[in-house]
Structure formats: structure tokens, C-alpha cells
């Protein structure tokens, strides 16, 4: 290599950000980044996020977000191996392109949100607490966690330490104001839940709008939200407002957003109990 060549490279590798090494793959719909060996985000232009794993023998989508043309071809030119498509729970930001996969897998509970999405012409079958997918070398299982839908899951790889939680928790701001409500009580026994697997060995949560934060959550992140959701359940929540958004159709009437060290709970005050 010449002098000059080598100076080129230098700067280029001293002026790019450290994460453009790792983007494999942009359009005007989408960008995905490799967050680790075997490990990918989605991140699409409105915000959403899906992930791809790949174990030694096959493959998982976890969410399929709003409008990404040709989605399964883009999975493709990531990863060849039998592809899983698992849906952390059924919001339309979370299964825009179902109609793309043949097969999708989510919780019973949420079913009555399929009703909402565009019809689908595909197999579905039903994941519960404790399954497993095995994607060979990649164990990923299933952790109920109902709140912010009745029947949000979260994903665990143990061996990577890793969990993809969907809207479970939230991304920095947990939505509990949506139709057909959960009790605080609910998300509060989930955040119990999240709190022990961490304490068993997960540290990083890859939450479902992963371009609001750009890392995993910690534990420190469930176990405010755990104490913000306690204080509103017993009444002594400091300083709620009123959220200015409303969710056409599924949004509560009166949503309220609190807030505590720098997470956020948006609920709506008559389905608290
Ligand atoms: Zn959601
Ligand atoms: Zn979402």
C-alpha cells in the first residue's frame, strides 16, 4: 500500500462514527446494523424496530414493523437459515408486514388485537411462558409479560445475556394507556419478573423502538419503572400530567404521563385497579 493510500484510510476510519462499520444494509424504508455475532437491528425510518438473530441451524425475526417493501427479501440478504417470525405482541408497529412471512408465532392473549391488523393469510400459532425456540447453537425463550397488551411477550437468549422486549417495558416511556387496559398491578408483577431474569443473568434489554435510545436497557431501567408504577398504583405519584398524544381508537380518554429518573409511565387513571 502507498503512503498516500494508507493516510486515506487513516483519516477515514478516524472521521467515520464507530457504528457505520457495522451497517450492513440501508434503503428508504430501513437501515440494519450487526449489534453482535449473530445479532441484528432494524431500525426503520418511523422508529420502529425489528431484530434479527441467527443461531448455527436457523434463524429469528422478532417484529415485523410498519410499511418496509420486500422485508422477507431484505431478512434474506441477511441470514439464509429457516427463519422463526415472532411477534412480541400485536400492534401495528410491530406487525405491519406479517403478509410478507408465511408463518408468524405470538401470544394467545394478544389475538384479539389480530382483528385490528390487515387480514392475514398466513399460519399462526401461539407461543406461551417457558417455550423455547431452538435456532441451534441460540436457545431464545418465551417470557410472558402482559401490561402494555395482554399478551406482550419478551425473548431471552441467556447465553448472550440478551432479552428483546418489544413495548413490554417501553422505550424509556412504557404505554399503558391503550385498550384493552391492564391493571398497574400487572406491569408491576412483570417488572418483578424482568427484575429476577436480570438477576439470573440478562443485562441487556433491546427494547422496541431502539432509535429513541440506541442501547440495551439495564436493570437499573426496571427497577424505576418498577417504583414509578408502584406509586401510582398506591396514589403518592409526584407531579403526573396530562399526555399530549392521543391514540385514535385504542387510546384511554384521559392519559396521564409520570415520570421518575428518567423513565416514564403513560396510563390512563380510571384503569389503574
Ligand atoms: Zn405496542
Ligand atoms: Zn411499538
Known amino acids: 500500500m502507498k503512503p498516500k493510500q494508507h493516510l486515506i484510510i487513516l483519516l477515514l476510519s478516524i472521521v467515520l462514527p464507530a457504528n457505520v462499520s457495522s451497517q450492513v444494509f440501508s434503503n428508504a424504508d430501513l437501515t440494519i446494523t450487526k449489534l453482535e455475532e449473530?445479532?441484528?437491528?432494524v431500525e426503520t425510518t418511523d422508529k420502529t424496530t425489528m431484530y434479527i438473530?441467527?443461531?448455527s441451524e436457523k434463524a429469528m425475526l422478532i417484529d415485523t414493523g410498519t410499511k418496509c417493501d420486500n422485508l422477507d427479501e431484505i431478512v434474506r440478504s441477511i441470514t439464509k437459515k429457516p427463519l422463526y417470525v415472532v411477534l412480541t405482541h400485536l400492534h401495528f408497529d410491530h406487525a405491519g408486514n406479517i403478509g410478507f412471512f408465511p408463518d408468524i408465532y405470538f401470544h394467545a392473549a394478544d389475538t384479539l388485537l389480530l382483528s385490528r391488523l390487515k387480514p392475514y393469510k398466513g399460519t399462526?400459532?401461539?407461543?406461551k411462558d417457558g417455550d423455547i425456540f431452538d435456532l441451534g447453537d441460540k436457545k431464545i425463550e418465551v417470557k410472558h409479560m402482559p401490561a402494555h397488551t395482554p399478551g406482550s411477550i419478551v425473548l431471552i437468549d441467556r447465553a448472550n445475556g440478551n432479552c428483546f422486549s418489544g413495548d413490554a417495558f417501553g422505550s424509556g416511556q412504557v404505554w399503558l394507556q391503550l385498550w384493552p387496559?391492564?391493571?398497574m398491578e400487572t406491569y408491576i408483577e412483570s417488572c418483578r419478573k424482568m427484575e429476577q431474569l436480570m438477576n439470573e443473568g440478562i443485562s441487556k434489554i433491546y427494547c422496541g423502538h431502539y432509535p429513541y435510545v440506541k442501547k440495551p436497557l439495564d436493570i437499573r431501567?426496571?427497577?424505576n419503572m418498577q417504583l414509578l408504577a408502584e406509586s401510582i398504583n398506591n396514589g403518592t405519584v409526584p407531579?403526573?400530567?396530562?399526555?399530549s398524544i392521543r391514540i385514535p381508537d385504542i387510546g384511554g380518554p384521559n392519559p396521564m404521563i409520570a415520570t421518575l429518573n428518567g423513565v416514564s409511565i403513560?396510563?390512563?387513571p380510571s384503569k389503574i385497579k
Open 266 to 268: 403513560v396510563y390512563e
Open 53 to 55: 438473530i441467527e443461531g
Open 221 to 223: 431501567y426496571i427497577k
Open 181 to 183: 387496559f391492564s391493571t
Open 124 to 127: 399462526t400459532h401461539f407461543v
Open 239 to 243: 407531579d403526573p400530567q396530562p399526555f
Open 38 to 41: 449473530g445479532l441484528w437491528v
